[in-house]
């Protein structure tokens, strides 16, 4: 089992900037890929970046290339999603999720963990 912990979360002006922090704990995380999606009401959950833990390889969905970026830290088994020039149009709560099967997915189907969820507000 792995529990996911996200914190970063909040309200924020459009143009304005968050760093959201998942924090992972229970198994070494050598194979998994970590990804970050997000959900609004009514909609489907949205994949918006992952990251393999092993090689740090990363990958966006094309709304949030060159504003967003993921990382990892492994000392302190943290993925982290630093979120820049954000628009009212990224207001969602956003999800951290492990997948053990180490290739990037954007199905979120295809994620075996999920966090709680924080919730990002951009206003406008």
């Known amino acids: 089992q792995v529990q996911l912990v996200e914190s970063g979360g909040g309200l924020v002006q459009a143009g304005g900037s968050l760093r959201l922090s998942c924090t992972a704990s229970?198994?070494?995380?050598?194979?998994?890929?970590m990804g970050w999606f997000r959900q609004v009401p009514g909609k489907e959950r949205e994949f918006v970046s992952a990251i393999t833990w092993s090689g740090g390889s990363t990958y966006y969905v094309d709304s949030v290339k060159g504003r967003f970026a993921i990382s990892r830290d492994k000392g302190k088994n943290t993925v982290y999603l630093q979120m820049n020039s954000l628009k009212p149009e990224d207001t969602a709560v956003y999800y951290c999720s492990a997948d053990s099967s180490g290739i990037v997915l954007t199905n979120p189907r295809a994620y075996d963990y999920w966090g709680q969820g924080t919730q990002v507000t951009v206003s406008s």
């Open positions: 229970g198994r070494t995380l050598n194979t998994y890929t």
